[in-house]
């Protein structure tokens, strides 16, 4: 998967989650900050993101990923090839 | 000091019959069933018939707001939203003239969240612990749907939930005017809701014998009062009241449904599921709602009974009446409406209610269904085609009793 493939997977969980349009998730964007996902958003966020990656997020990491460029290079770094 | 004075000025549902008031009052009127086979979510069960509520929620609501709820909580929702609507104290609120500190909630459920708490129960199962949703305790709590209602309208006074089974939807009413009455808040939406048509409860239910096993054509085997009845149908739905002081909706110039005049809250102490069959505890209820009520029992022109189908609990709720108005009981007009919306558990009080204001205001009793034969242990006049109520002052009497003995009366009464 591309980076671009992966904010584009991300950016339709973060739609059904938050129903956030999924163009406005971008690599740039703060998941609290600019695109309003409360803190248990983001674990339902996370815990899809892991089961369509095939990645494992620890609830250390979650407060890490602020950005959706933080959790696409997150996943890009941790996906099993 | 005079007693503050509780008045009914909106009203909402979404029941078996229609997803709002008016298609639920026309159904009700008309002596339509909401009972129907629930298909292939219900194979296999002892019982396969249901009477879900008429519109998903779902189509109506926000697909993120709903995703967040709970099925009883987004039932809630709807309902509360139409009563609020309909109250017009949606304007008064957007006009930024609604004190939200004044504002409180009354909504019950009586079994709560059971669909997310039996799907999350699958997912942990089947995929493990980290695939539970993380908001499925937010969404499955007795007070989510009231506390719902309290954040999406800004309500914050207090936001109780009254849980008492079947009766919970009435105490919620009760509950609601008490908060008014002592004082503590102008306005309060009160209500209940039920989503529990999923294969567990109805095993369950089946298998304390309290589901009907008739295996005849759907709609008629929610019989009231019928010497056929054999257990109640399964329903879902809310029923929502907006509540209000009458110098608050004076103030404002709102439309006045009717009064609630008075509540009257018992157990019974005798078993944590079958009534007492000399209906000592309900009577009880009865007789103080109506002595807190100040009326004469040939005040009371209609009774919307509890009237579940079963073979018990309908007996003892003629001799409750009997026993607390005398012959005055010979004299008034009784509607079993769950012959039509099958038996709504924790919403019911609260859609019966809108039922009884609904029909205090309209002056006409809704019919009961199915009453072939009546139980002549059953001595009431028993509506079975919709039936003028007298004009003037009149009082109604919404009934319910539940699982632990709970029984909850109120009067609502006629505002000229």
């Known amino acids: 998967m591309s980076t671009e493939e992966i904010r ?40 899809e993101a892991e089961e369509k990656f ?28 | 000091m005079s007693r503050t004075r509780v008045v009914v000025t909106g009203l909402g549902t979404t029941s078996p019959l229609g997803g709002d008031v008016a298609s639920t ?20 069960l002892p019982v396969t018939i249901g009477a879900p509520a008429a519109v998903d929620p779902t189509e109506v609501l926000d697909r993120v707001v709903a995703r967040r709820l709970d099925r009883s909580s987004q039932l809630a929702l709807v309902a509360a939203l139409e009563a609020w609507a309909d109250s017009g104290l949606d304007t008064v609120k957007d006009a930024g ?18 669909h997310t708490l039996l799907s ?85 239910f089946a298998n304390m014998m309290a589901l009907s096993k008739n295996d005849g054509d759907p709609t008629t085997v929610s ?20 509540l209000e002081s009458l110098e608050h909706a004076q103030a404002r110039g709102a439309r006045i449904y009717a009064e609630v005049l008075g509540t009257g809250i018992t157990a019974d102490a005798h078993d944590i599921a079958q009534p007492d069959p000399a209906g000592r505890g309900g009577a009880r209820a009865i007789r103080l709602a109506v002595q807190d009520a100040g009326v004469a029992p040939s005040d009371i022109a209609h009774v919307n009974a509890h009237a579940t189908s079963t073979p018990q609990g309908d007996v003892a709720e003629s001799l409750m009446l009997h026993a607390v108005l005398g012959s005055a009981a010979n004299d008034l007009v009784v509607s079993a409406t769950k012959s039509m919306t099958g038996h709504l558990l924790g919403g019911a009080g609260a859609l ?11 002056r006409t009793a809704p019919p009961t269904i199915n009453l072939d034969e009546q139980d002549p242990r059953v001595e009431l006049d028993v509506a079975t085609k919709p039936r003028d109520l007298p004009l003037g002052d009149i009082a109604a009497i919404n009934n319910s009793f539940g699982f632990g003995g709970a029984n909850v009366a109120v009067v609502f009464g006629s505002v000229s």
């Open chain 2, 223 to 242: 019989r009231p009062f019928d010497t056929g009845r054999d257990g109640f149908v399964l329903g879902e739905g809310a029923g929502a009241l907006v």
């Open chain 1, 8 to 47: 584009a997977a991300l950016a339709e969980i973060v739609n059904e989650v938050a129903g956030i349009p999924a163009e406005n998730v971008q690599l740039d964007k703060s998941f609290s900050d600019d695109l309003d996902v409360d803190s248990l958003s983001m674990v339902e966020v996370v815990v």
């Open chain 2, 352 to 362: 019966e209610a809108v039922a009884t204001v609904l029909a205090i205001k309209n």
């Open chain 2, 120 to 204: 999350n129960h699958e997912v942990l199962l089947e995929k493990g612990p980290r695939r539970v949703s993380p908001i499925s305790v937010p969404m499955l709590m007795a007070n989510a749907p009231a506390a719902t209602i309290s954040l999406k309208l800004g309500a914050r006074g207090p936001v109780n939930t009254p849980v008492s089974a079947c009766a919970s939807g009435n105490e919620a009413v009760s509950l609601a005017a008490d908060q008014i009455r002592l004082g503590r808040v102008d306005v309060a939406i009160a209500g209940g809701t039920e989503a529990a048509i999923h294969p567990l409860p109805i095993a369950a």
């Open chain 2, 97 to 114: 003239e609604l004190d939200g500190d004044r504002f409180g909630v009354a909504f019950a459920s009586g079994i709560g969240g059971v």
């Open chain 1, 54 to 81: 095939g990645v494992t997020i620890p609830d250390d990491e979650v407060k890490n990923l602020k950005t959706v460029g933080d959790a696409v290079s997150y996943i890009e770094r941790n996906r099993a090839a």
């Open chain 2, 25 to 44: 009052w026309e159904g009700l009127l008309a002596g339509r069933s909401g009972v129907r086979p629930l298909g292939d979510m219900a194979e296999g």
